[in-house]
């Protein structure tokens, strides 16, 4: 099973709908999570980081099911300007010397007007 | 805040060439990461360095890569000699090291392509 995987659709979805995606991991003693955007031809930066309560950032919201061991992000009343790759991002380690995190290799997501 | 910078942005190569990429991480922060984005693999972590010491390159491919930091404000990766297989995106990325919950914040990135 790889660290990280995710659906890479890509995901089309007409404006102002909700879409939602996972992400699961391998590592059940992963301590942080985020998710990252990335559009086309430029560097990912981070969207939002992903709390054990869940949380929301406007449009955005992010869950963790620990026992499952997936997150997942909702985008509600979606815009044609979330279309980008959206990556999970998880970190295994809670500190310390080693902390590289791990990527996903995305999902696409195409919001067509 | 200038943000992390990268150069050059793009390099075009021969096979066999040597290739340095250099990275200048935002004032401050002491974690310094490089990571390879392709199609095929997405972003994988090749080394991270904390206080300019690499902690971990086990994903670097092969000894035809190297990277060093020098001091806390300069970082290169070194490719000697450059493979076709080599062309890819490649990443810096920074963040405080007193908070591995704390983000990353990339690089634009150098587009590299060996012919």
């Known amino acids: 099973r790889k660290e990280v995987e995710q659906d890479p659709g890509p995901f089309n979805v007409p404006e102002g709908a909700t879409v939602a995606f996972n992400c699961t991991y391998s590592?059940?003693?992963?301590?942080?999570f985020f998710w990252y955007r990335q559009d086309c031809r430029k560097e990912p930066k981070l969207l939002m980081s992903?709390?054990?309560s869940g949380n929301e950032d406007g449009r955005f919201t992010a869950q963790l099911n620990r026992a499952s061991q997936y997150i997942s992000l909702l985008i509600r009343d979606s815009k044609l300007s979330d279309s980008a790759t959206y990556l999970c991002?998880?970190?295994?380690?809670?500190?310390?010397?080693?902390?590289?995190?791990?990527f996903g290799k995305g999902t696409h997501l195409i919001i067509q007007p | 805040d200038a943000g992390v910078i990268q150069s050059p942005r793009h390099e075009v190569t021969e096979m066999g060439q040597e290739v340095t990429l250099r990275c200048k991480p935002i004032?401050?922060?002491?974690?310094l990461f490089w990571y390879r984005q392709t199609m095929m693999r997405g972003l994988e972590l090749l080394i991270y360095?904390?206080?300019?010491?690499?902690?971990?390159d086990s994903g670097m491919p092969e000894d035809r890569f190297s990277a060093k930091m020098p001091n806390a404000s300069f970082s290169t990766l070194k490719i000697q000699p450059s493979e076709p297989r080599d062309s890819a995106v490649y990443f810096c990325?920074?963040?405080?090291?007193?908070?591995?919950?704390?983000?990353?914040?990339f690089g634009n990135g150098t587009r590299l392509t060996v012919t």
């Open positions: 004032s401050g922060h002491n974690s």
């Open positions: 990325a920074s963040r405080p090291r007193t908070d591995p919950r704390s983000p990353l914040h």
């Open positions: 992903v709390y054990s």
């Open positions: 590592n059940s003693a992963s301590q942080s």
């Open positions: 991002v998880v970190n295994p380690f809670s500190g310390g010397g080693a902390d590289g995190l791990t």
């Open positions: 360095f904390n206080n300019n010491v690499p902690i971990d």
